[in-house]
């Protein structure tokens, strides 16, 4: 499975938009590229998706670099809920390819 | 209404016992997981099953014995606990096995904590 690289750690302001990048250099084809998010004491929970273009959602939107060698997930307005840990995750199409890869991910702490 | 429910939320044990957590999910999807989160908070499948069969066990000890009586349910038995068995415990599911726009949900997690 292609691997993604992620910073360790963020920090924001409360009201200020957020760019979270990830680098997945490695990436196929057909690999779709996931964010998933967890809160504190939480599991995690799923924010977006995308594969070439750029997305967006009502929790945030995903901008996909042309080559697709990286990505930048963007909080539009930082909140102190959205402090939690984010995960780049590339997962590929179809049958067995379902598990989700999770690495260390990016702590985002917004501060008030 | 809870999406994804697993009790207990916490298992405090002796080391040696077997003991069970439960997943279930009122989602009405077909495909449920099992992750284990570590201290270090490294978050790894362990197993996946689609429609009440095994599809993912990622070599997992045999000691962990996943049992899916229907596909809205799926328990975790573990047998002979050891040290290394502490860790949070999250079930999973989606509404197929594969595709594109699978997302999964998550449940609150069960901390288990072998004495």
């Known amino acids: 499975d292609a691997k993604t690289t992620q910073p360790n750690s963020m920090e924001s302001n409360e009201e200020e938009p957020v760019h979270l990048p990830c680098n997945h250099s490695?990436?196929?084809?057909?690999?779709?590229i996931h964010w998933y998010r967890q809160l504190p004491s939480q599991g995690p929970e799923y924010v977006i998706h995308?594969?070439?273009s750029n997305v967006n959602n009502r929790m945030a939107s995903l901008a996909i670099a042309e080559d697709r060698k990286s990505s930048t997930l963007i909080l539009h307005r930082a909140t102190l809920r959205d402090a939690a840990v984010y995960y780049c995750?590339?997962?590929?199409?179809?049958?067995?390819?379902?598990?989700?890869?999770f690495g260390t991910g990016t702590l985002l702490a917004v501060q008030p | 209404d809870t999406a994804v429910s697993q009790t207990p939320k916490y298992l405090v044990t002796q080391m040696g016992n077997d003991k069970s957590i439960k997943c279930e999910q009122n989602?009405?999807?077909?495909?449920m997981y099992w992750y284990k989160q570590d201290s270090k908070k490294f978050l790894k499948i362990m197993f996946s099953?689609?429609?009440?069969?095994?599809?993912i066990n990622e070599t997992v000890p045999n000691r962990f014995s996943p049992k899916s009586p229907d596909k809205a349910h799926l328990n975790l038995h573990i047998n002979s606990l050891e040290l290394g068995d502490s860790a949070v415990y999250f079930c999973?599911?989606?509404?197929?096995?594969?595709?594109?726009?699978?997302?999964?949900?998550f449940g609150p997690g069960t901390r288990l904590t072998v004495l």
């Open positions: 999973a599911s989606s509404q197929v096995h594969g595709g594109i726009n699978n997302e999964q949900f």
């Open positions: 490695t990436i196929s084809g057909t690999d779709y």
């Open positions: 995308g594969l070439t």
């Open positions: 995750i590339l997962r590929g199409y179809g049958g067995a390819t379902n598990k989700l890869i």
């Open positions: 989602l009405g999807h077909d495909t």
């Open positions: 099953y689609n429609n009440k069969e095994l599809i």
